[in-house]
């Protein structure tokens, strides 16, 4: 997976937009972030950064500690940034799909359902 297939997947959620988040694309539900692609850097690392449940944040630095890269002070309330190269293609697109679900409204998520 990369920054191309996750845009793809994050515009693919109910009532998903892209909009630019200083000078980032991000995706929003309603006007909320669920999600925000990272410059890739001089080390050509490809990141995204998450809205997750705060335990699920706490599961993944047990299980893919080498994946999470720290965001300081944004580290509280479960932002997380993470390594795409370093997460299995599957397990990302379901945190995709589960930050969408952290900030989208109950009634857009039931009907996700139906």
């Known amino acids: 997976m990369n920054q191309s297939d996750i845009r793809a ?3 693919s959620l109910p009532e998903a937009q892209e909009h630019p988040h200083f000078e980032r694309p991000s995706f929003r539900v309603r006007g909320k972030i669920f999600a925000t692609l ?6 050509g690392v490809e990141k995204v950064v998450l809205k997750l449940p705060v335990l ?17 002070n944004w580290d509280k309330g479960g932002w997380t940034q993470l390594d795409i190269g370093r ?10 799909r589960l930050a969408w679900r ?13």
Request: charged share 25%; proline share 2%; glycine share 8%.
């Open 38 to 43: 990272q410059s890739v850097g001089e080390d």
């Open 56 to 72: 699920v944040k706490e599961s993944l630095q047990q299980t893919d500690a080498a994946a999470i890269v720290s965001l300081g």
């Open 102 to 114: 952290q900030v989208a409204p109950k009634t857009l998520i039931a009907g996700e359902r139906e």
């Open 87 to 96: 997460m299995d293609g599957e397990k990302l697109a379901d945190l995709v």
């Open 9 to 11: 997947l994050a515009l």
